[in-house]
Nanobody
Protein backbone atom coordinates (compact mmCIF):
# COMPACT_ATOMS: atom_id res chain seq x y z
CA UNK A 1 0.00 0.00 0.00
CA UNK A 2 2.94 2.31 0.71
CA UNK A 3 6.13 1.85 -1.23
CA UNK A 4 9.49 3.55 -1.14
CA UNK A 5 11.42 2.87 -4.33
CA UNK A 6 15.12 3.68 -4.36
CA UNK A 7 17.54 4.07 -7.22
CA UNK A 8 20.98 5.43 -7.98
CA UNK A 9 23.35 3.09 -6.20
CA UNK A 10 26.35 1.54 -7.85
CA UNK A 11 30.09 1.00 -7.88
CA UNK A 12 32.35 4.05 -8.02
CA UNK A 13 35.94 4.93 -7.30
CA UNK A 14 37.01 7.12 -4.38
CA UNK A 15 36.39 10.79 -5.05
CA UNK A 16 33.51 10.19 -7.44
CA UNK A 17 29.84 11.02 -6.94
CA UNK A 18 26.47 9.33 -6.86
CA UNK A 19 22.94 10.61 -6.46
CA UNK A 20 20.33 8.46 -4.76
CA UNK A 21 16.61 8.92 -5.29
CA UNK A 22 13.66 7.60 -3.32
CA UNK A 23 10.04 8.05 -4.37
CA UNK A 24 7.19 7.31 -1.99
CA UNK A 25 3.86 6.19 -3.39
CA UNK A 26 0.59 4.66 -2.27
CA UNK A 27 -1.87 5.67 0.42
CA UNK A 28 -0.11 8.67 1.89
CA UNK A 29 -1.82 11.48 3.72
CA UNK A 30 1.25 13.34 4.86
CA UNK A 31 4.98 12.76 4.98
CA UNK A 32 6.52 14.45 7.99
CA UNK A 33 10.12 13.70 7.22
CA UNK A 34 12.30 11.63 4.93
CA UNK A 35 15.83 10.47 5.34
CA UNK A 36 18.62 8.13 4.40
CA UNK A 37 20.22 5.47 6.55
CA UNK A 38 23.04 3.11 5.76
CA UNK A 39 24.34 -0.18 7.04
CA UNK A 40 27.78 -1.57 6.32
CA UNK A 41 28.72 -5.23 6.88
CA UNK A 42 29.25 -5.92 10.56
CA UNK A 43 27.97 -2.51 11.61
CA UNK A 44 24.72 -1.12 12.92
CA UNK A 45 22.40 0.93 10.77
CA UNK A 46 23.08 4.64 11.12
CA UNK A 47 21.41 7.86 10.10
CA UNK A 48 23.10 9.56 7.18
CA UNK A 49 20.80 12.54 6.68
CA UNK A 50 17.18 13.54 7.05
CA UNK A 51 14.94 16.45 6.14
CA UNK A 52 11.64 17.58 7.64
CA UNK A 53 8.69 19.49 6.23
CA UNK A 54 10.25 22.85 6.98
CA UNK A 55 13.37 21.94 5.05
CA UNK A 56 15.50 21.55 8.14
CA UNK A 57 18.26 19.00 7.62
CA UNK A 58 20.50 16.85 9.77
CA UNK A 59 23.68 15.08 8.73
CA UNK A 60 25.97 12.56 10.27
CA UNK A 61 29.29 14.14 11.11
CA UNK A 62 31.06 11.74 8.78
CA UNK A 63 29.23 13.07 5.71
CA UNK A 64 28.93 16.78 6.45
CA UNK A 65 30.31 18.86 3.62
CA UNK A 66 30.17 15.93 1.20
CA UNK A 67 26.51 14.83 1.10
CA UNK A 68 23.42 16.93 0.46
CA UNK A 69 19.86 15.84 1.11
CA UNK A 70 16.94 17.47 -0.68
CA UNK A 71 13.24 16.84 -1.07
CA UNK A 72 10.62 17.43 -3.72
CA UNK A 73 7.37 17.47 -1.78
CA UNK A 74 5.21 17.54 -4.92
CA UNK A 75 6.74 14.24 -6.00
CA UNK A 76 7.13 12.69 -2.53
CA UNK A 77 10.74 12.17 -3.44
CA UNK A 78 13.94 12.57 -1.47
CA UNK A 79 17.44 12.73 -2.93
CA UNK A 80 20.91 12.25 -1.56
CA UNK A 81 23.74 13.81 -3.51
CA UNK A 82 26.96 12.10 -2.48
CA UNK A 83 30.21 13.78 -3.49
CA UNK A 84 33.81 12.96 -2.67
CA UNK A 85 32.88 9.40 -1.87
CA UNK A 86 35.21 7.36 0.33
CA UNK A 87 35.61 3.62 0.82
CA UNK A 88 34.07 4.10 4.26
CA UNK A 89 30.82 5.14 2.59
CA UNK A 90 30.35 1.62 1.26
CA UNK A 91 27.06 0.32 2.59
CA UNK A 92 23.48 -0.51 1.76
CA UNK A 93 21.56 2.75 1.80
CA UNK A 94 17.95 2.72 2.93
CA UNK A 95 15.33 5.37 2.37
CA UNK A 96 13.04 6.17 5.29
CA UNK A 97 9.80 8.11 5.51
CA UNK A 98 7.77 9.14 8.53
CA UNK A 99 4.21 9.32 7.28
CA UNK A 100 0.55 8.98 8.08
CA UNK A 101 -1.89 7.28 5.73
CA UNK A 102 -5.05 9.14 6.76
CA UNK A 103 -6.16 12.21 8.62
CA UNK A 104 -5.66 11.71 12.33
CA UNK A 105 -3.77 8.51 11.73
CA UNK A 106 -0.64 7.41 13.50
CA UNK A 107 2.75 8.21 12.08
CA UNK A 108 4.97 5.26 11.23
CA UNK A 109 8.34 4.63 9.69
CA UNK A 110 8.43 3.10 6.22
CA UNK A 111 11.55 1.76 4.57
CA UNK A 112 12.80 1.25 1.08
CA UNK A 113 14.37 -1.98 -0.11
CA UNK A 114 17.90 -0.60 0.04
CA UNK A 115 20.41 0.18 -2.66
CA UNK A 116 24.05 -0.87 -2.62
CA UNK A 117 26.75 1.78 -2.75
CA UNK A 118 30.29 0.48 -3.18
CA UNK A 119 33.30 2.79 -3.21
CA UNK A 120 36.45 0.96 -4.19
CA UNK A 121 39.55 1.39 -6.30
Amino acid sequence: QVQLVESGGGLVQPGESLRLSCAASGSIFRINAMGWYRQAPGKQRELVADIDNSGSTNYADSVKGRFTISRDNAKNTVYLQMDSLKPGDTAVYYCNAQLSRRFGGNVYNYWGQGTQVTVSS
